[in-house]
């Protein structure tokens, strides 16, 4: 830190102190200066609580505790020139005691420090007029796991800085401010920045660790999904198997929505589908020439009387003339994902597909000149 010589056109440098050569306490100053002015950490904080000490089963007492705009919790741990080792677990240890505290007890946290500090005071009028809401009805105090903290300390040891990083990456909003003290002459000045993570490089990797977030959800959402229909389509061929046709016969479950099997046309399977909102089976044609896609297809439509006739129920045709593939199908809605209705879709598609292959087998046969 610097103070410029306006007459001089020069900079002087302002030496760092220590906050214990200048007999500066933890508790009776920097902790004091905090709770008068949190501004000081870059936001508006509400204080509502010195020394909290009413965890259950344990005397341990944190520094400072506030709320932020949101109605979250901050945990405030200050030190002086050291960090220490210990202060990133103290401090995630009262994230925890605090992450099951009631807005009731909130503001009963909050009416005891106005009592105790502040002669007094309606903490809940207080809380709605710092969080602006009419009604503490129309917020939530302390959503879920979003508590976060703060270290304040003139120096962080690599333990501490280490782990803040790794809880930002985890989405746990954590800050690390450096204060460091100056004297000029009598006076006493306080440098407070925040430091980890920057202040240009928070909302980035807040952003961030949502991102991760939100695709280790879908991983995890991706995988259960995967393992759901592999059960389903190893039971379904066991139906399957247990039927007259041999058309599934040498396929294994799969991990995909889909399972096929050959029709004796190539590139033209038959499949079997399973969705979160139906079953389906279908016949694909799936050749790499368009053409000949469009030129199956219209040679199987001009038998659609007789093979839906064959078939017993009308069939969905789809040309898709803005895609390469054409399929015909057939589907019935289900909660796919209920496992109780696994047995009767299974029935249903085992039904379906052996009608499916016999109403197209004698058509496909003759279908199979048409094409190389």
């Not at 306006?6 to 200066?33: C, G, P, T, V, Y």
């Not at 746990?172 to 000045?189: D, G, M």
């Not at 499949?271 to 139906?278: P, W």
Request: hydrophobic content about 40%; proline content about 2%.
């Amino acid at each position: 830190m610097f103070q410029v010589d306006r007459d001089a056109n020069k900079l002087m440098k302002l030496e760092m102190q220590k906050f214990s050569d200048l007999k500066i306490r933890e508790r009776e100053h920097l902790q004091e200066w905090l709770a008068d002015m949190p501004n000081a950490l870059g936001e508006e904080l509400l204080i509502i609580q010195k020394e909290f000490d009413g965890f259950s089963g344990t005397r341990e007492r944190l520094d400072l505790l506030a709320l932020d705009k949101d109605g979250r919790l901050v945990i405030i741990e200050n030190k002086l020139d050291d960090s220490g080792r210990d202060v990133a677990w103290q401090a995630l240890k009262y994230a925890a005691y605090c992450s099951s505290l009631t807005k009731d007890q909130i503001i009963s946290i909050y009416k005891q420090y106005l009592d105790r500090f502040c002669g007094g005071g309606d903490a809940a009028a207080r809380i709605c007029e710092f969080i602006e809401v009419e009604d503490l009805d129309e917020v939530i105090l302390n959503p879920g796991n979003d508590q976060r903290i703060m270290f304040i300390a003139a120096n962080f040891r690599k333990e501490v800085t280490a782990t803040v990083l790794w809880l930002l990456s985890h989405g746990i909003r954590a800050q690390c401010f450096k204060v460091v003290p100056y004297c000029f002459e009598e006076s006493l000045f306080i440098d407070l920045q925040q430091i980890i993570p920057t202040p240009e490089a928070e909302e980035f990797m807040i952003g961030m660790s949502s991102k991760e977030t939100e695709e280790k959800s879908a991983q995890v959402t991706k995988k259960s999904r995967f393992k759901l229909r592999f059960e389903f389509w190893d039971l379904a061929l066991e139906s399957f198997r247990a039927q007259e046709s041999n058309l599934f016969q040498n396929i294994s479950p799969s991990k995909d929505h889909w399972l096929s099997a050959g029709s004796g046309v190539s590139s033209c399977p038959f499949s079997l589908i399973f969705s979160k909102v139906e079953v389906r089976v279908e016949l694909g044609l799936l050749r790499s020439n368009r053409n000949e896609n469009k030129k199956l297809f219209d040679l199987l439509f001009s038998m659609k009387d007789e093979i839906e006739s064959k078939f017993g129920a009308k069939l969905e045709w789809r040309r898709m003339d803005e895609k390469k593939s054409s399929k015909i199908q057939y589907a019935r809605s289900f909660d796919g994902y209920n496992k109780e209705n696994w047995p009767e879709m299974i029935d249903w598609l085992t039904e379906h597909m052996n009608r499916l292959e016999k109403a197209l087998k004698g058509p496909l046969n003759q279908l199979k000149s048409s094409v190389s």
